[in-house]
């Protein structure tokens, strides 16, 4: 395989990310990773977490985190409360509202990849990986906070 015609494959999932995202902002009013911010509210328990988890869980920095936050509290999808062991921590909590949003959310384009990745036996699955982070630590990106477009949803069970 010539190395332009890996650069090819590359660019095609680049904009299949960006289509999708695109596609679900247009069609919930959300970003990706305003979704992913939600769908890790809700798995949590009492569906609460701090801005540093949510962080540490998107691979995103603080400010962009913060941007997120911002975004869906004004939407009313998530509120800010005080911890109540300790007053000064504040946790993010999933309010109802987001939740239906969670409910009436499409299929995405990492729930299609993570269900046929589940398909493949952990050897082939153990190949894709290795060659992603061959191809990340080749382009010399692996440094890199991970994009604020998708997240993978393998990742997403191992969080």
């Known amino acids: ?16 990310v960006n289509l999708e995202s695109k596609r679900i902002d247009k069609q919930m009013g959300v ?25 540490e869980f998107l691979q995103l920095n603080a ?21 109540a062991e300790d007053r000064r921590v504040t946790l ?15 299929s995405l384009l990492q729930d299609k990849l993570a269900a046929k990745l589940d398909s493949l036996p952990e050897s082939e699955v153990e190949a894709v990986a290795k060659a992603i982070e061959l191809i990340t630590n080749l382009m010399e990106v692996h440094d890199l ?15």
């Open 92 to 106: 993010i909590t999933l309010t109802s509202k987001g939740a239906d949003v969670l409910q009436n959310r499409p």
């Open 1 to 16: 395989m010539d190395p332009t015609d890996i650069l090819i494959s590359i660019r095609k999932i680049v904009r299949s």
């Open 145 to 159: 906070d991970a994009s604020p477009v998708l997240t993978s949803e393998t990742q997403l069970n191992k969080e």
């Open 31 to 55: 970003s990706i990773p305003q979704l992913l911010c939600l769908d890790f509210l809700n798995r949590q328990p009492q569906y609460k977490a701090s801005a540093k988890e949510i962080k």
């Open 63 to 83: 400010s962009t985190v913060t941007g997120i936050i911002q975004r869906l509290e004004q939407k009313g999808f998530i509120a800010k409360l005080p911890k």
